[in-house]
């Protein structure tokens, strides 16, 4: 499909941009030490953090991606959101308070809290950097997408124009104009989204039980990924129009519930409130918000291809376009270019995230903790934005090689490597008292590793970067890697033996 310059598309967004960066300079004043740039000096009010963390957690996958896959996929691209959510629950029960107890600014300082080692220090902050970079891939290539048909612009400007100003957000204030950033950008998607469903059913003329229902019951539902390929509603709402074999969905499944409270990017997030009781209202707040959301991606989804059955309002060659195209079908440009936006300004709040995870990583915990290069507070500050810098310009180049990816697939990579490699860690290292050094460390880095090789042997990168057929079958690692990962925890925690626990924990 070709796309041209759109003038309003052009004013709304140039005016979303004015104010995320207006934002980021107000709050710049306030960060004066590295603790405002890291965590907001732990001054957050848990309602604020609770939406500042769907926010967060709705990125691009959340709102392009899925509702691309729901479009081309049915049922199968539902489970994504499913998955999502209920990744939330682990998070509420099992991590949120804990965490805030023991943690400072990084996921590294929760593991050292109990064993002060920098070897745990340095893996966590390793794989806390993949994760954040997986992450990131997705994430611009979103932002690429969007801005095609936004401002008529190639792919690879929009991956460009994100990267800067997301780079603009964190180098100047930090977690402080991230948490304003995120807190708005969630509920102008939740809006967008309630929005966007009123438009689709007053189109169709019908409600949302009926909607659905016409769906099922159709007869001959011509796919929109091209050619003449057409099924019933039936199959369309039942699994296996993406997931083929069922252990790549458990595999996926299992991946989305563990992942989501292993992402370095919301983990810091627990960081930013008072106290612990904080933390576990800021999870709730979130589990609220991001389930309305998520259920209203059902009707974008299928929204889309209820209109692209007579109109073909669909890129086949992009998913992640379905609900911006929708959008221009309901309510035209002024519609289309409101969604786009606030698609936009989702990417940015999430990028924003990821930035500020990564960069604690290499700032915090690599430079000052590991190599004890601890100077004075400015100093330390001064490191954190160079890195916000760098790390920036990877993920724009990252974003450019990765284009014409669905972006909820990408999510979906960087979740089993963070599940694989951290979860393992953090649940032995908080509930487990026999847990030791070394199995923690060789925990981190089997299931990083492992995760990281699977997916390179998989059918999602050995034909299309290779040029080879797959090794290992599965798209997800997950089911392999995560139970790896916990299995060499526990084991090399036994054979350290006893006393070297004890010692330790002392």
């Not at 960066?21 to 590295?34: C, D, G, H, P, Y």
């Not at 086949?316 to 379905?322: H, T």
């Not at 700032?363 to 916000?388: M, P």
């Not at 963070?418 to 860690?425: K, L, M, Q, V």
Request: hydrophobic share 55%; glycine share 10%; aromatic share 10%.
């Amino acid at each position: 499909m070709e796309y041209s310059f759109r003038p309003i598309a052009f004013a709304i967004f140039a005016l979303i941009t004015l104010i995320t960066l207006t934002i980021s300079f107000i709050a710049s004043r306030k960060v004066k030490t590295s603790g405002h740039f890291y965590v907001a000096g732990g001054g957050v009010r848990w309602f604020m953090n609770g939406i500042a963390f769907a926010g967060d957690y709705l990125s691009a996958a959340s709102f392009l991606g899925i509702a691309g896959m729901i479009a081309f996929a049915g049922y199968d691209g539902f489970m994504y959101a499913i998955g999502y959510l209920a990744g939330w629950i682990v998070a509420l029960f099992l991590i949120a308070e804990p965490l805030r107890r023991i943690g400072k600014y990084t996921f590294g300082d929760a593991l050292a809290a109990r064993f002060n080692s920098k070897n745990i220090r340095l893996m966590a902050s390793i794989s806390a950097l993949i994760v954040s970079i997986f992450y990131l891939i997705p994430q611009m290539v979103g932002a690429g997408s969007i801005v095609q048909p936004l401002l008529g612009l190639k792919y690879e400007w929009g991956v460009i124009i994100v990267g800067a100003i997301v780079i603009l957000i964190t180098a100047t204030a930090g977690m402080v104009s991230t948490t304003w950033v995120q807190f708005i950008k969630g509920f102008l998607l939740i809006i967008a989204a309630l929005g966007l469903t009123i438009g689709i059913l007053a189109a169709a003329g019908m409600g949302p039980v009926q909607f659905i229902a016409h769906i099922i019951n159709n007869d001959s539902i011509s796919l929109p990924s091209g050619g003449n390929a057409t099924v019933s509603g039936s199959v369309f709402m039942s699994p296996g129009m993406k997931f083929h074999d069922p252990l790549d969905f458990a595999s996926l499944a299992l991946a989305l519930i563990l992942g989501t409270a292993a992402l370095p990017h919301i983990l810091i997030r627990y960081y930013t409130v008072p106290k612990p009781s904080d933390a576990r209202k800021s999870t709730v707040t979130a589990i609220v918000a991001i389930g309305i959301f998520y259920i209203l991606t059902l009707f974008l989804g299928l929204g889309a291809l209820y209109f692209n059955q007579s109109q073909q309002i669909l890129d086949p060659k992009n998913q992640n376009l379905a609900a911006p195209l929708l959008a221009d079908r309901i309510g035209g440009e002024v519609f289309f270019a409101a969604i786009s936006s606030i698609a936009f300004a989702t990417i940015l709040g999430t990028v924003s995230g990821l930035i500020m995870a990564a960069s604690g990583a290499i700032a915090h915990d690599i430079y000052t903790e590991v190599l004890g290069k601890k100077g004075d507070d400015k100093k330390t500050l001064r490191i954190s934005k160079i890195t916000a810098i760098i790390v920036g310009a990877v993920a724009i180049l990252l974003g450019i090689l990765m284009k014409g990816q669905n972006v909820t697939f990408l999510v979906g990579l960087a979740f089993a490597i963070a599940a694989s490699a951290n979860i393992p860690a953090l649940v032995c290292t908080l509930f487990w008292k026999r847990t030791t050094e070394n199995g923690v460390v060789w925990g981190i880095v089997t299931g990083l590793v492992l995760s990281i090789v699977l997916i390179a042997l998989s059918p999602t990168i050995m034909p299309v970067f290779f040029g080879r057929p797959a090794i290992f079958s599965l798209n997800n690692p997950g089911i392999i890697s995560i139970p790896v990962g916990f299995m060499v925890t526990i084991v090399v925690s036994l054979l350290t033996g006893k006393k070297s626990g004890e010692a330790q924990r002392a």
